[in-house]
């Protein structure tokens, strides 16, 4: 299958503990982006990449939150010291940039974060 | 204020009917529009573009009034299978903003 990948689907821990998150894009896809969203709301945007680099981090919520992408490809969402509150839904999404706009968004079937 | 607004919902219909969605956008330097749909507990896809010419898929049609900052989507003859969360979608250069996404229940 040629669609947008994340690990794991699901993921418990405990209060405290770090998590990673692991994001596959389209092959191809320039953009990707990562979002989360809690039981019944809507999306709420965290950071974009283009390429490796991360020209908006403005939805990063605190400095627990950090994110990286290596060769243009993998990218990987990390949670430090997690809280009750940072359970959530979060999504990974990736798309083509044609003339500096961003076309259709991809996204991948989420990992669902518990914080116990 | 959101920079996308839309009416939460949720909205009940029979099967058969005509629903319109609407949303609004504040920042007037947004280029590109977008309607996603989300069903529980899934990914949201991408279900048409928006352009000022509006644009018309199957029972789908989406409007863009750019004077207005506002965007439309009109479901005709409601299917079982259209129950889900519509989002509308806002982008300018590489940031893109979700609304909150209206409900909608079609009901046989």
């Known amino acids: 299958g040629a669609g947008v990948s994340q690990s794991p689907s699901n993921k418990v821990t405990e209060k405290g503990k770090d998590v990673e998150l692991r994001c596959d894009p389209i092959?191809?896809?320039?953009?990707l982006y990562w979002y989360r969203q809690s039981l019944g709301q809507g999306l709420e945007f965290l950071i974009y990449f283009q390429g490796n680099s991360a020209p908006d981090k403005s939805g990063l919520p605190s400095d627990r939150f950090s994110a990286e992408r290596t060769g243009g490809s993998v990218s990987t969402l990390t949670i430090q010291r997690t809280q009750q509150e940072d359970s959530a839904v979060y999504l990974c999404?990736?798309?083509?940039?044609?003339?500096?706009?961003?076309?259709?968004?991809?996204f991948g079937p989420g990992t669902r974060l518990t914080v116990l | 204020r959101k920079e996308v607004e839309q009416d939460p919902g949720p909205f009940n219909v029979p099967e058969g009917a005509t629903v319109a969605f609407n949303c609004t956008y504040s920042?007037?330097?947004?280029?590109?529009f977008f309607w996603y749909r989300q069903d529980c507990r899934k990914e949201p896809k991408l279900l048409m573009s928006?352009?000022?010419s509006g644009n018309e898929d199957g029972r789908f049609t989406a409007q863009l009034n750019r004077a207005s900052q506002y965007i439309s989507l009109l479901i005709r003859d409601s299917k079982l299978s259209d129950s889900a969360t519509y989002l509308c979608?806002?982008?300018?250069?590489?940031?893109?903003?979700f609304g909150a996404g209206t409900r909608l229940f079609v009901k046989a």
């Open positions: 092959s191809g896809h320039t953009a």
């Open positions: 928006v352009y000022s």
């Open positions: 999404a990736s798309s083509l940039v044609r003339l500096r706009r961003i076309n259709e968004q991809f």
């Open positions: 920042n007037s330097a947004s280029q590109s």
């Open positions: 979608v806002v982008s300018r250069g590489f940031k893109t903003i």
